[in-house]
C-alpha cells in the first residue's frame, strides 16, 4: 500500500507565524503573552478545543470523531513543544540606579552583552535597556574592559530613561523580580531563519503549520491528539504537569544539537535518541524513523551532550507515556540560534506523518 502524501506546506504562513512569535516576549515564568498569541492564532481552526493548564500551559485537544461521530479505539496520543525562552529577571537595583540581574534558564552573559532589553514591570509598563558591563567606556577602562569577568556581578542594565540613583529607578516603577526580556533578534534570510529564540517556538510553529495544512487538505489525526504549548521548559518542568493520563504516546519536539560533533545540521530534522536525561522510547524511535522513510522525510539521528527535554520532566513526574524527541536542527542554540527552512518543513511533515499515520 501506498501512503497517501503529506499535504503540502504554507511556508510563508509559517515563516510570518514564526517571525510574530519570535518577538513576543516570553521568559519563562512571563510566557502568558506567547501563549495567548498561540491560542488566538489556533483558535481560528475550530475542530480543536483549547483549555489551559493551572499553570498556565496551553492545550488543544484535536479529537477526530468530533462531527463525524466516529469514536477512535486506540488511546490519544499528544505533542509537547514549548514558547517560554531563556530571559533574566531584576535581582537588585543599584546605588547608580542601573539593574542587576538574576538569569531565567542559564543565557550566558557573552552572548548578550550590548544587548537590547525590556524591563516589564509589575504593571504592566515597560522600560527600555541595554546589557552592559560595569567597565563599558572604553575611555575609562581601555583594555580592562575585556578582563572584566561576564558573570552576575558585573553585567548590569543601563536603563534608557534619567536615573542616576536607587530611588530615582524605583520612581520608574521597577523593583525586584520584574521580568526581563533580551531582544529576540529575528531575521529571515535565504531559506535561514535567525533569532535568540527559535527554541522552541519553532517547533510550535511546526504544529501550527501541520494543523493548517491537515485542516486545508481535510484531513484529520486518526487518533485524538492533544498539542501541549508549555511555558516552563527552560526552568526543566514545563510538561511535567498538563498532559492528560489517558495519552499512550507523547513526541516532545524541540530543537536538535547542531555542532562540532553532532550528525545535526539545519537542513533535516533530527531523531534524538539519547540527551543528559538518557535513552528514549525505543519503540516510538523505530515507529518515527519508519515514517519518516515512508514519507522522505529527510532526518539524522543523534545524541545530545547538555540536553533535558519536556518529554523527560513528564516521565521523571511518573508520566506513563512511550517518549520520543524529535525537531529541527538550530546552530548555535542558547546564543543566536538559527534554522533552515529545509529542517523546519521536514520537522513539520515529521509532526504530519506522525498524526496521519500513528496506526500503523
Ligand atoms: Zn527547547
Same mark, same amino acid.
Given at each position: 500500500m501506498t501512503n497517501m502524501p503529506l499535504p503540502p506546506i504554507d511556508e510563508t504562513y509559517f515563516t510570518n507565524f514564526l517571525v510574530d512569535l519570535l518577538n513576543v516576549p516570553s521568559p519563562t515564568g512571563f510566557a502568558e503573552p506567547a501563549i495567548d498569541f498561540v491560542e488566538r492564532e489556533l483558535s481560528q481552526y475550530?475542530? &480543536?478545543?483549547?483549555?489551559?493548564?493551572?499553570? #498556565? $500551559?496551553? =492545550?488543544?485537544?484535536?479529537? %477526530? +470523531?468530533?462531527?463525524?461521530?466516529?469514536?477512535?479505539?486506540?488511546?490519544?496520543?499528544? &505533542?509537547?513543544?514549548?514558547?517560554?525562552?531563556? #530571559? $533574566?529577571? =531584576?535581582?537588585?537595583?543599584? %546605588? +547608580?540606579?542601573?539593574?542587576?540581574l538574576s538569569r531565567v534558564g542559564g543565557i550566558q552573559w557573552n552572548t548578550v552583552e550590548t544587548e537590547?532589553?525590556?524591563?516589564?514591570?509589575?504593571?504592566?509598563?515597560?522600560?527600555?535597556?541595554?546589557?552592559?558591563?560595569?567597565?563599558?567606556?572604553?575611555?575609562?577602562?581601555?583594555?580592562?574592559?575585556?578582563?572584566?569577568?561576564?558573570?552576575?556581578?558585573?553585567?548590569?542594565?543601563?536603563?534608557?530613561?534619567?536615573?542616576?540613583?536607587?530611588?530615582?529607578?524605583?520612581?520608574?516603577?521597577?523593583?525586584?523580580?520584574d521580568c526581563v526580556a533580551f531582544d529576540p533578534r529575528v531575521e529571515v534570510t535565504d531559506g535561514f531563519i535567525r533569532s535568540r529564540f527559535l527554541d522552541d517556538k519553532a517547533c510550535v510553529a511546526n504544529f501550527v503549520a501541520a494543523i493548517k495544512a491537515m485542516t486545508e487538505a481535510g484531513q484529520s489525526p486518526t487518533r485524538t491528539t492533544y498539542f501541549h504549548i508549555s511555558n516552563y521548559e527552560e526552568v526543566g518542568h514545563g510538561a511535567a504537569a498538563g498532559i492528560p493520563a489517558e495519552v499512550a504516546e507523547l513526541v516532545a519536539v524541540d530543537m536538535a544539537v547542531v555542532g562540532a560533533g553532532q550528525?545535526?545540521?539545519?537542513?533535516?530534522?533530527?531523531?534524538?535518541?539519547?540527551?543528559?536525561?538518557?535513552?528514549?522510547?525505543?519503540?516510538?524511535?523505530?515507529?518515527?524513523?519508519?515514517?519518516?522513510?515512508?514519507?522522505?522525510?529527510?532526518?539524522?539521528?543523534?545524541?545530545?551532550?547538555?540536553y533535558g527535554s519536556d518529554g523527560e520532566a513528564f516521565w521523571r513526574a511518573g508520566g506513563d507515556v512511550a517518549l520520543a524527541l524529535i525537531g529541527p536542527g538550530i546552530d548555535a542554540s542558547h546564543n543566536y540560534e538559527r534554522a533552515h527552512m529545509d529542517g523546519l518543513n521536514a520537522t513539520t511533515r515529521w509532526v504530519m506523518a506522525y498524526l496521519l499515520n500513528v496506526d500503523k
Open positions: 475550530k475542530q &480543536l478545543e483549547l483549555s489551559r493548564t493551572r499553570k #498556565g $500551559a496551553l =492545550v488543544a485537544k484535536w479529537d %477526530p +470523531s468530533t462531527g463525524s461521530g466516529r469514536k477512535p479505539d486506540l488511546p490519544p496520543v499528544a &505533542l509537547t513543544a514549548h514558547v517560554d525562552t531563556l #530571559g $533574566a529577571v =531584576v535581582k537588585e537595583i543599584k %546605588p +547608580s540606579g542601573r539593574l542587576k537590547g532589553v525590556w524591563v516589564v514591570t509589575s504593571n504592566g509598563e515597560k522600560i527600555r535597556g541595554s546589557v552592559l558591563i560595569d567597565t563599558a567606556s572604553g575611555h575609562i577602562y581601555g583594555a580592562k574592559g575585556g578582563e572584566t569577568p561576564r558573570d552576575d556581578d558585573h553585567m548590569e542594565v543601563r536603563l534608557d530613561a534619567r536615573t542616576t540613583s536607587k530611588a530615582e529607578t524605583r520612581a520608574l516603577g521597577i523593583r525586584v523580580g550528525e545535526s545540521d539545519e537542513f533535516h530534522a533530527t531523531l534524538c535518541v539519547k540527551d543528559s536525561g538518557g535513552v528514549y522510547h525505543e519503540g516510538l524511535n523505530k515507529k518515527l524513523r519508519a515514517l519518516a522513510e515512508e514519507h522522505n522525510i529527510p532526518y539524522k539521528t543523534d545524541v545530545y551532550p547538555f
